[in-house]
């Protein structure tokens, strides 16, 4: 009886620990995409800056960076609206 008694403790001990260490795995899965998420977009941004400078060459004012914001903002809106289809697609969703 005695060792029953004092595995129970043991066990919701390891039980805690599994369950804090599987939170702690997903946060820093989560954290890790975020930061590839970030570095993806960091690319792109430099990408799509390259490409409007070799159209508007001499656009480098006020003008030039709002048109730039408003074209990346179409894209962005169009491309969340299509990834958001496809995953309620994936889902079974309609």
């Keep these: ?3 029953q008694d004092e595995q129970q403790p043991k066990k919701k ?5 599994t369950g804090l260490t599987r ?3 997903a946060q820093i899965l989560n954290l890790a995409t ?8 960091l690319a792109w941004n430099d990408a799509v800056q390259a490409i409007f400078k ?3 060459p001499t656009g480098s004012g006020v003008a030039a ?6 074209v990346v903002s179409v894209l962005i809106v169009i491309i ?3 990834l958001t289809k496809l995953s309620r697609i994936a889902k079974g969703d309609k």
């Design 1 to 3: 009886m005695e060792n």
């Design 13 to 17: 001990i390891t039980k805690r620990v």
């Design 23 to 25: 939170e702690v795995s």
């Design 80 to 82: 969340t609206i299509n």
């Design 34 to 41: 975020s930061s590839l998420g970030l570095v993806a977009a």
């Design 54 to 56: 070799e159209y508007f």
């Design 65 to 70: 960076k709002i048109v730039y914001a408003l």
